[in-house]
């Protein structure tokens, strides 16, 4: 109980404050760039995960006084090797319902209409991009969530390409033997969900117009000069 409260009443408005200042004074001056958008956005994530992960652990904490057992939300999800592994641990109840109600329906539909293993991958990427677009829009129908939509489907439907085609899995078990490559390669994909995700749900704190202002803004050139 006391993990939540910290969490929510302490750190998460700290990372909330600090995220909104910055925010209000690169807006006011205007002095953007694909580094300072990429930390403003990852700032956003933690905050979320601090603020939503503090509630469950109240929630959970005052259940468990009553005597219930309710199921953990969130499980480490900063340490996702992967997009998908990402979604396994970030909002459990969220992902197993859209899983069990939209992802395995959807797929076992288009994979009845026609066969094949290459049929079958298609038709998983397929679905794994049209998942996650459905859960950008069902946070909101306007143009922000619909980029995070996008933005989220894009990644899964990679992770999963990445998954068949390159074998991260295999990868990841072939060096898992060899202590600091395994944790340097584990560190890397971490890395890069963590990117990935925090850029995808932009929308949840920039307007469409100042996405697309900023955008025009942080350029590669940008990045580079920093």
Not at 47 to 64: P, Q
Not at 156 to 182: E, F, M, P
Not at 198 to 206: H, R
Request: hydrophobic content about 55%; some cysteine.
């Amino acid at each position: 109980l006391s993990v939540g409260l910290v969490k929510v009443l302490l750190l998460s408005s700290i990372v909330m404050i600090e995220h909104q200042s910055v925010i209000d004074s690169f807006l006011k001056n205007s002095q953007w760039d694909s580094l300072k958008i990429s930390l403003i956005a990852m700032s956003y994530l933690i905050f979320v995960y601090l603020n939503f992960s503090g509630y469950m652990d109240i929630i959970l904490s005052i259940s468990n006084l009553f005597g219930f057992k309710l199921p953990e939300n969130f499980h480490k999800p900063f340490l996702a090797h992967s997009f998908l592994n990402f979604w396994d641990r970030w909002h459990i109840s969220l992902s197993s319902w859209i899983k069990d109600f939209l992802f395995t329906p959807l797929l076992k539909t288009l994979v009845y209409c026609k066969s094949g293993y290459w049929w079958i991958l298609l038709f998983g990427i397929l679905t794994y991009f049209i998942t996650f677009l459905i859960l950008g829009i069902w946070h909101g129908t306007t143009l922000p969530f619909i980029y995070c939509g996008i933005m989220l489907g894009v990644g899964a439907s990679i992770n999963k390409i990445a998954q068949v085609i390159w074998g991260i899995a295999t990868l990841i078990r072939t060096v898992s033997k060899y202590t600091l490559i395994s944790q340097g390669v584990s560190a890397i994909f971490s890395g890069l969900t963590f990117a990935h995700v925090s850029l995808a749900i932009a929308g949840f704190w920039l307007t469409w117009e100042q996405m697309i202002d900023q955008w025009n803004n942080a350029s590669i050139t940008n990045l580079v000069d920093v």
